[in-house]
């Protein structure tokens, strides 16, 4: 069955980076992409970015692009986002999810990333 | 900068129908702005629900569906169960950066 498993909670200080990996299971990596989403503490979804698994392309949310890096190592089917010069509105629940044709389906269980000092 | 704006709240009695709807200041929303709808509870991920305006995903109850309404997209939910309270997200695609609306939470009341 499709999963993907995310990396488990982050504690970092403002001005840090972070990096939450994604592993895919269950399915052929490089056919689906994969798209990053967060939601602040009791706030709504936030589109961040997307990476094809096939190629590498990214599209990032222009609010983030200075920051956010997305990547992908085929052979072990995971995906990474880094997301740099942390700000204390940077702490969020982070999720991954499988995207193919425009649409979205499985989701990752989600990552914490905590911002403070 | 793009924003997609949902009802922030509506309140539906058990058994009845409900309309949400998605708008995006750019213009109407489209096909080509592939709508997706997610349901998420407390605590958890969210739930695709419907993608590419209308279609429905395999765990997709048949009383959800989705359409175009007046220049927006729209979900609708049809005999509502009490499980169905919930906050429901749109999503929009504008050719490379997706944009998700701000939210409605749904009341089964």
């Known amino acids: 069955q499709v999963q993907l498993v995310q990396s488990g909670a982050e504690m970092k200080t403002p001005g840090a980076s972070v990096k939450v990996s994604c592993k895919a299971s269950?399915?052929?990596?490089?056919?689906?992409?994969i798209t990053w989403v967060r939601q602040a503490p009791g706030q709504g979804l936030e589109w961040m970015g997307w990476?094809?698994?096939?190629?590498?392309?990214?599209a990032y949310a222009q609010r983030l692009q200075d920051r956010i890096t997305l990547t992908t190592d085929t052979p072990t089917s995971t995906a990474y986002m880094e997301l740099r010069s942390l700000r204390s509105d940077d702490t969020a629940v982070y999720y991954c999810?499988?995207?193919?044709?425009?649409?979205?389906?499985?989701w990752g269980q989600g990552t914490l990333v905590t911002v403070s000092s | 900068q793009t924003v997609v704006t949902q009802e922030p709240s509506l309140t539906v009695s058990p058994g009845g129908t409900v309309t949400l709807t998605c708008a995006s200041n750019?213009?109407?929303?489209?096909?080509?702005?592939?709508p997706s709808w997610f349901q998420q509870r407390p605590g958890q991920a969210p739930r695709p629900l419907i993608y590419?305006?209308?279609e429905k995903h395999s765990w997709t109850p048949a009383r959800f569906s989705g359409s175009l309404l007046g220049g927006r997209a729209a979900l609708t939910l049809s005999g509502v169960q009490p499980e169905d309270e919930a906050e429901y997200y749109c999503?929009?695609?504008?050719?490379?950066?997706?944009?998700f609306g701000g939210g409605t939470k749904l009341i089964v009341l």
């Open positions: 999810a499988r995207e193919i044709g425009l649409h979205y389906d499985y």
């Open positions: 990476i094809s698994g096939y190629n590498g392309y990214t």
């Open positions: 750019t213009g109407a929303v489209t096909t080509i702005n592939y």
């Open positions: 999503l929009l695609y504008y050719s490379g950066p997706w944009v």
């Open positions: 590419s305006t209308s």
């Open positions: 269950g399915y052929t990596f490089s056919t689906y992409g």
